[in-house]
């Protein structure tokens, strides 16, 4: 594993230490979720939490980034189930937070990450919602990215400060190839994981409907929400969904 992507998890421990260290005590970012748990398909149990409207047409999938845990994007999932979206967020396996951000089973293991997504999708998906799509902050966005080439229904995919390579997955032109769905890729212009350049390749292998947005700050994956341009790339986020995913009832 390369300097540039070894870093990502220094930046990503700077930037979430706040986040997963709250997470253990109630926190009034879960009011009005739910928690759940569901099982991989190689049998490990991991834990999430349903945020949004129970009959929403419309859901999204929120995979967190390393080592942080799900409760990174409890302020975007609150925000993203007010605009009429079900969404899940969930901790990868080995990630057992405590309290309101819930606790995986099994031991951590980068490359389970995909496994973990594909299972978390099928969850959302028999709750209810006919279209779901993936948003993801750094190994969170190469999972959304690999499980998106994987199923072919999947009409968006946004992958914020998502590396090409890491540990033994890997992001090429070929699984790019295979994403029908339209792409947003974000990432942060200063950013010492090398984000920029990353979200650049991805873009650049990647078939259209696709979009880059590279943001003038240093901050990495879910900070990036939260960042001196945290309103901006929100924004982006509600239009790309707006788009391509149409919040509504089921019924």
């Known amino acids: 594993m390369g300097v540039r992507h070894r870093s990502l998890l220094v930046v990503a421990a700077v930037s979430v230490a706040v986040s997963s260290c709250a997470a253990g005590a109630s926190s ?12 991989t398909s190689d049998g490990v149990t991991l834990d999430g939490r349903l945020f949004g409207p129970a009959d929403a047409a419309a859901g999204l999938v929120l995979t967190h980034m ?26 990868l396996r080995g990630y057992c937070p405590g309290g309101d951000a819930g606790c995986s089973k099994g031991t951590k293991d980068i490359g389970a990450a995909p496994t973990d997504l594909t299972a978390a999708l099928a969850f959302l998906r028999a709750q209810g919602p006919t279209d779901v799509a993936l948003v993801g902050a750094s190994i ?10 994987q199923q072919s229904n999947i009409p968006a995919v946004i992958a914020l400060s998502a590396p090409e ?3 033994t997955l890997s992001v090429g ?9 339209a792409k947003l890729f974000i990432a942060g ?3 010492p994981a090398g984000a920029a350049d990353a979200a650049q390749d991805l873009y650049a292998n990647g078939p259209e409907p696709k979009r880059i947005e590279i943001v003038p700050t240093d901050d990495h994956g879910t900070a990036l929400l939260t960042g001196s341009h945290g309103t901006q790339v929100t924004q982006l986020i509600d239009a790309w969904l707006t788009q391509y995913l149409h919040p509504g009832s089921a019924a």
């Open 165 to 167: 390579v890491l540990d």
């Open 66 to 91: 390393l080592p942080a845990d799900q409760s990174s994007w409890y302020p975007e999932a609150t925000h993203l189930g007010s605009e009429g979206y079900r969404v899940l967020t969930f901790d």
């Open 140 to 149: 969170g966005g190469m999972a959304s990215l690999i499980v998106a080439s």
């Open 189 to 191: 212009l200063g950013d």
């Open 28 to 39: 009034p970012l879960v009011s009005g979720s739910t928690p759940v748990s569901f099982t």
């Open 173 to 181: 032109p070929g699984v790019l190839a295979d994403i029908s769905g």
